[in-house]
């Protein structure tokens, strides 16, 4: 038994890696380039144009990850996107738990998302345009006249008032407060520059083998070391994995964390933006680790059938996603989108997971406006309980669907 539970932990680092992380890598470092090319001068000119803000928004949100959808968080605070755009963005947002699903079921993620984008589109319009349940939200989104000690004005439900004291300048409180480093070390500095290095090698080597294990057809790739591909698949993603928690954990401290769970308009330099996607990913991977350990010792330990107890909770599987997106935050959702992949929950959780969640997203909106927040959360929780029991209801709880390999 001692041996199976070693093994598990060992595939656990090795498979979240590279079927997850590698892929994150490259995603998150695309759109951190792009911001880095454009110098954000596409968010500037989304505030000229009110009648596309909600549709920009859910596009921002349905990126992987959390970085384009707190791209769109500052701008709200500023008066610069409505309040129906930010919660088309928070609905369409599907976080981190993103590339767990891309990686490991890319038709669920292709259904789960275009359903979470529609849904983002027709409520964000609806918002704006009806003003859906606009007496309870003019009644709180405009009494939030002093949010901040500097004192802020009202915001109004739509947010367009010009309002700079809710500019929103301080770091999201999901990850570490400083961007840059918080300590000066001879030996520890230079080391953890070349870990970064390191890291994104292994990130390389990561992808071609993720890459060949989908082309493949996602087939069982036994623990093994050596040149061959199921050695190469161990080495790699015990590696990636290990550079990873050094980053996440130590190296941080020493060349900054590159704007961990808050996208900046740009990035100063080629070699920050490598680091945000590195750190970002980093972080990702410390709970793709934690999801699978989460869901794969319990169902070991015990002999769980979580499938069958789920497809037993029937309606309220669907209702439970939808609840625990209301947790800011990613850590909760990848584990749930973990359990998706390993076919313990059915795809009506998962996409009313995918509406409800905000990821990291809400962590700023959070710190400045409480009540907005809470508003925008509970907003996208509807959406979510609709389509998710409307999924439940038409075509059962649909366990395994779209998962590679299943």
Known sequence: MAGEVVDIFIASVRDGYVQVSAFVAVTVLLFSYIQYRTRGKLTAKLGDNSR?????????????????????????????????????????????????????????????????????????YAIDQFGLGVGYVDRAVSQLSRPVTDGGSSVSVLGRSSNPAHEYEGPSPGHSHETGPDRESTVLTPLTHGVHGLWWLAAVGGLALGTTYLLRG???????????????????????????????????????????GRAKDTFGSLYETF???????????????????????????????????????????????ALLGLIPGCGPQIVLASAYAQGGIPFSALTANAISQDGDALFPLIAIDKKAAIIASLYTTVPALVVGIGLHLLWGPLFGFGVLGS
């Open 52 to 124: 596309i803000q909600p549709l920009v928004g859910a596009l921002m949100g349905l990126t992987p990850g959390c970085g384009g959808a707190i791209v769109m968080m500052p701008l709200y605070l500023r008066g610069t996107v409505s309040f129906g755009t930010v919660v088309a963005t928070l609905i369409a947002t599907a976080g981190d738990s993103a590339f767990v699903i891309l990686a490991l079921a890319p038709k669920a993620a292709a259904y789960s998302y275009g359903l979470a984008f529609a849904a983002a589109v027709i409520f964000g």
């Open 218 to 260: 996602a087939p069982e790739v036994p623990l093994s070391t050596g040149m061959s591909f199921s050695g190469l698949f161990t080495i790699v993603g015990i590696t990636g994995t290990s550079l990873s928690f050094y980053l996440y954990f130590v190296g941080r401290h020493y060349i900054g964390e590159g704007g961990v």
């Open 275 to 321: 680091q945000h996607a590195a750190m970002e990913t980093s972080f990702v991977t410390v709970w793709v680790l934690v999801a699978y350990l989460l869901y794969e010792y319990p169902v070991f330990l015990f002999n769980l059938d979580i499938a069958a107890i789920a497809a037993a909770a029937g309606i309220f599987a669907p209702i439970g996603g």
